[in-house]
């Protein structure tokens, strides 16, 4: 049986931030629906150790160590997978979170928030887009977050972040449907990954996500590839600068 609006068999995919949590899982799941992934952090070692993982599961996977905050080691490190073939899927997933009260947050953290969550989307994004350009398609997928509705405690510059994921997704859209590329953003709730170890280990966290989720629970990360493969694939060709909320509800309810 097969699936052609979702297929994505030989469809080459960067996702940037994949040596493990969201973006890995994103990874895999891509892989799993055809896509050749090409896997990104800056700890090569990590990325090493993921690709193996995918290659022994069958999965066709490279890698490429850069960091996505800087615009020189981006536009190289594209050009030179470009050279390899076109990176037709881009998703942009590469995020940190930082947590102290708003009065007492360090400067330099609030620089590295804007330039890791934000900057590194028009980097990346615009350095892929100008292929995907001139082969007049493309699609790229932003993963914002709940917080770009809704604000908590001790994290309101990450939350200014991903406010700002969910207009740029509007503007690249905007930008950029004309040239038949199609730009997208996932918005996960509560998923466990190593960015959310302070409240995975906090069991007060835990009884208060339970009870503020629709959903009663967690997200699991492999529950965000159904949103990716269809944000990625040719189901999703007149979906543009929409964010697709994946929460288990948190954002529908008060
Ligand atoms: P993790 O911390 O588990 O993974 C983040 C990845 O990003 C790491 O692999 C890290 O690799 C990479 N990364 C960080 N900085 C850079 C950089 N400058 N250049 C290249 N890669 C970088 O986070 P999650 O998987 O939890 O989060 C992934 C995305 O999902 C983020 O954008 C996050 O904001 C978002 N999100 C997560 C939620 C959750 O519940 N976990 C909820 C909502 C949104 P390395 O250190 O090797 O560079």
């Known amino acids: 049986m097969s699936f052609p609006l979702f297929d994505l068999a030989g469809r080459r995919a960067l996702v940037t931030g994949s040596g493990q949590g969201i973006?890995?899982?994103?990874?895999?799941?891509?892989?799993?629906?055809?896509?050749?992934?090409?896997l990104n952090g800056r700890d090569a070692g990590r990325l090493e150790a993921a690709a193996a993982t995918l290659a022994e599961a069958g999965h066709a996977v490279e890698t490429a160590a850069f960091d996505v905050t800087d615009p020189d080691a981006v536009a190289a490190a594209v050009a030179a997978l470009e050279a390899g073939g076109p990176v037709e899927i881009l998703v942009n997933n590469a995020g940190i979170q930082f947590r102290a009260p708003l009065e007492d947050f360090p400067i330099e953290r609030w620089r590295a928030l804007m330039e890791t969550n934000v900057s590194s989307l028009f980097y990346v994004g615009q350095a892929v887009a100008r292929g995907m350009i001139a082969r007049g398609r493309g699609k790229i997928i932003n993963i914002a977050?709940?917080?770009s509705e809704l604000a908590r405690p001790g994290i309101a510059p990450y939350t200014a972040t991903k406010g700002a994921v969910r207009n740029l997704t509007r503007g690249m859209a905007t930008d950029?449907?004309?040239?038949?590329?199609?730009?997208n953003a996932i918005a996960p709730g509560y998923f466990r990954t190593p960015l959310n170890r302070a409240l995975v280990e906090n069991p007060e966290f835990s009884t208060w996500l339970a009870a503020r989720t629709p959903a009663g629970r967690w997200g699991e990360t492999r529950e965000l590839i159904g949103a990716a493969v269809f944000?990625?694939?040719?189901?999703s060709s007149f979906v543009n600068?929409?964010?697709?909320?994946?929460?288990g509800g948190i954002t529908a309810s008060i």
């Open 23 to 38: 973006g890995l899982a994103l990874a895999e799941g891509l892989a799993a629906h055809g896509a050749r992934v090409i």
């Open 145 to 147: 977050s709940v917080q």
């Open 176 to 183: 950029w449907a004309r040239h038949g590329l199609q730009v």
């Open 231 to 235: 944000l990625a694939s040719d189901a």
């Open 241 to 247: 600068g929409h964010t697709l909320h994946v929460d």
